[in-house]
């Protein structure tokens, strides 16, 4: 018995390690599931139009944090097909007009970016749209090397899974272009009363024009650096070739 006795001791603390190590295994599978989660993400909403977005979501609760009971969160989505052709390229003229060239990425936007910001001043970005379209709607606000990096690896995946027009569609319904005002139809209601479709080429230049600081600039009053902007966008969207320009890639 005392043999027997031993080997049963020997196993009863055998037996904890064992579970310890398959515990671990199962933690191996966590980037696995990760990474399959955010790819079944992208793909669903290639053919879903979000009823949300993170940074929606984000600043909700910032208005509650600060005990805001006014605040409203205005959101309709409306189709590419149903914005006036003026606000797709006004967006692209303002914040990306490598947009159909690049794969998510605009090397050249980054190295002028690296050099301004070198030389001291204000800080200049280099996001695409695509980034702006992954940060949005799937991250949180911030900046840290994690989320960083989650930028980037949504920003592969919907160059890989969503067409260009997908993608710009997805901005100009996320996009905040006032507090609490997101996308395009909200906007032109907001600010001007009428349906996304009958935006004017001016004001989709100056909805473009605000989106350094949507809370900051109102587009439809204007200040000085607004109007300036929102000339100055025109004219590159002209330059561009206009509507055209989106069509033809």
């Not at 199962?26 to 790819?39: D, E, I, M, Q, Y």
């Not at 097909?81 to 003026?86: G, L, N, R, T, V």
């Not at 960083?148 to 901005?171: D, N, Q």
């Not at 996320?174 to 997101?182: C, L, P, S």
Request: proline share 6%; net charge positive; aromatic share 12%.
């Amino acid at each position: 018995m005392g043999a027997a006795g031993e080997q049963h001791k020997v196993e009863a603390v055998a037996a904890p390690p064992r579970r310890r190590r398959w515990h671990w295994k199962r933690l191996l599978w966590l980037p696995v599931l990760l990474v399959a989660f955010s790819c079944l993400q992208v793909l669903v909403l290639r053919f879903i139009d979000p009823p949300v977005s993170t940074v929606m979501l984000w600043r909700y609760g910032e208005a509650l944090g600060e005990a805001d009971w006014s605040y409203r969160l205005h959101y309709q989505w409306r189709d590419l097909d149903q914005m006036a052709p003026s606000l797709p390229i006004s967006l692209v003229a303002a914040e990306d007009q490598r947009f159909p060239d690049h794969n998510g990425f605009d090397l050249q936007a980054i190295e002028k970016a690296r050099d301004h910001n070198a030389k001291g001043g204000r800080l200049r970005g280099a996001s695409t749209i695509s980034q702006q379209v992954a940060k949005n709607l799937f991250l949180w606000q911030g900046r840290s090397w994690i989320r960083k990096g989650l930028e980037v690896w949504y920003t592969v995946l919907i160059e890989a899974l969503w067409p260009k027009e997908r993608i710009l569609e997805m901005y100009a319904n996320i996009a905040e272009f006032g507090d609490g005002v997101y996308g395009a139809q909200a906007a032109a209601q907001t600010f001007w009363g009428k349906d996304a479709a009958r935006l004017s080429p001016s004001e989709s230049a100056r909805l473009a024009a605000v989106l350094p600081a949507p809370r900051r600039y109102n587009a439809a009053k204007p200040g000085p650096y607004v109007q300036r902007r929102a000339a100055w966008i025109q004219r590159q969207a002209r330059q561009l070739g206009g509507a055209a320009y989106l069509s033809e890639e």
